[in-house]
């Protein structure tokens, strides 16, 4: 009985997330029409550090997708690599407006991120900014569903998917993000708007940002995602989530890789936690953690007393969170990203990187090490 109170649990707070995913995508901004696609007044801004063996791919594929755009990329003085992949890109590609700025190194407790935008900024003028990480692929669809966001908000964001590759790491990240992102991001846009950004892309018109101003203001902040959210949000903006995709294509070679990419997100997901009231506090914490949890007392019960309702109730509660994932999946991502078993283990080992979390303040962002106090309390390390 203790197995099926606890599978009947979880399949109901997952029939409810995935009720309200849905409804926030049918009602969130949507493209327009093909024929209307323009992006001629968008200059797109990446922060580019080498590394990824990806790395090239993903670029070539933003220029030939969206050929009109300004692209402006950010690389390090001390980055050959990426300078030497970004001139034999630009070099293949005379058609685009491709400019490379060659950024110094941050000064310390600075975020690298933002203090590489802050370069880019002053090429916007009047048109808009897409903030696009080196890793991330921009659709023209999900582009045009975020302009379209523009028309009635200040910001707008989108939905991570990730593609993965034949290492295990990469697959049980891309589970992470492909079995998460929409059941983040999209339920509680029902009740409140979005207290933050998906960082990897979104749009802001250059205006704004000039009226905010800039990136400048925001460096001292690690986390730039939720340090733009806040910028917007703290002058009467508002954020808008659209429903749409952008691929994110990562190598993670190995077990220690995945690790400390999932350490980090996790302790990002602690600072942004931090600056919500309680009560959005608490329904983050029935919502997201609460299931996790509920799966491991469903596997541990099966395990030291197996039975076969306890067995059947395991069974059901699989094949409903397959099935939930799947057609949510299709609705955002177009295609089915599910991988079984590793999309069970993926769910079976959140509650562990929180753990990791909240014990080890210590991250690793690429080539640097970051200890972190909080979102504007951090400072680099050897």
């Known amino acids: 009985m203790i197995a099926l109170a606890i599978g009947a649990a979880y399949v109901a707070l997952l029939v409810a997330k995935t009720a309200l995913a849905f409804r926030a995508a049918r009602r969130g901004p949507?493209?327009?029409?093909?024929?209307?696609?323009?992006?001629?007044?968008?200059?797109i801004a990446q922060p580019i550090l080498s590394g990824d063996p990806r790395l090239a791919d993903v670029l070539e594929?933003?220029?030939?997708?969206?050929?009109?755009?300004?692209?402006?990329?950010?690389?390090?003085?001390?980055?050959?690599?990426a300078n030497t992949v970004c001139r034999a890109i630009a070099a293949r590609h005379p058609e685009v407006r491709i400019e490379i700025l060659v950024a110094p190194p941050p000064p310390d407790a600075c975020n690298p991120k933002l203090f590489k935008l802050e370069m880019a900024r002053s090429l916007v003028g009047d048109r808009t900014l897409l903030v696009l990480d080196d890793d991330t692929c921009m659709p023209a669809a999900s582009l045009s569903a975020l302009l379209a966001g523009l028309e009635d908000h200040d910001i707008a964001t989108g939905l991570p998917g990730y593609l993965d590759d034949d290492h295990w790491p990469s697959q049980l990240l891309a589970q992470f993000v492909n079995n998460n992102a929409a059941l983040t991001y999209l339920p509680l846009?029902?009740?409140?708007?979005?207290?933050?950004?998906?960082?990897m892309a979104y749009v802001i018109r250059g205006a704004t940002l000039d009226r905010l101003g800039g990136f400048a203001p925001l460096t001292g902040y690690l986390t730039d995602d939720l340090a733009v959210a806040q910028l917007v949000l703290s002058s009467g903006g508002s954020i808008a989530q659209t429903a749409w995709p952008q691929w994110v294509q990562t190598t993670v070679p190995n077990s220690r890789q995945y690790v400390r990419q999932m350490h980090r997100w996790f302790v990002f997901a602690r600072l942004l936690l931090r600056t919500q009231p309680?009560?959005?506090?608490?329904?983050?914490?029935?919502?997201?953690?609460?299931?996790g949890l509920l799966l491991w007392g469903l596997v541990v019960t099966v395990l030291l007393a197996p039975s076969p309702l306890a067995l059947t109730s395991l069974a059901f509660v699989v094949a409903a969170r397959a099935l939930a994932l799947i057609a949510l999946q299709r609705r955002v991502y177009g295609r089915a990203l599910h991988r079984p078993l590793l999309s069970l283990v993926s769910e079976l080992c959140q509650p562990l990187h929180l753990v990791h979390a909240s014990l080890v303040q210590t991250i690793v962002w690429r080539t640097r090490r970051y200890n972190v106090r909080n979102d504007h309390s951090f400072r680099s390390l050897a």
Request: overall charge negative.
């Open 189 to 199: 846009l029902n009740f409140w708007p979005p207290p933050t950004i998906n960082g």
């Open 61 to 81: 594929t933003n220029v030939g997708t969206l050929p009109s755009a300004h692209f402006i990329w950010l690389i390090d003085s001390d980055d050959p690599v």
């Open 30 to 43: 949507q493209p327009r029409p093909e024929a209307e696609w323009d992006f001629s007044g968008v200059v």
């Open 278 to 291: 309680r009560h959005m506090q608490l329904v983050i914490a029935l919502l997201y953690a609460l299931p």
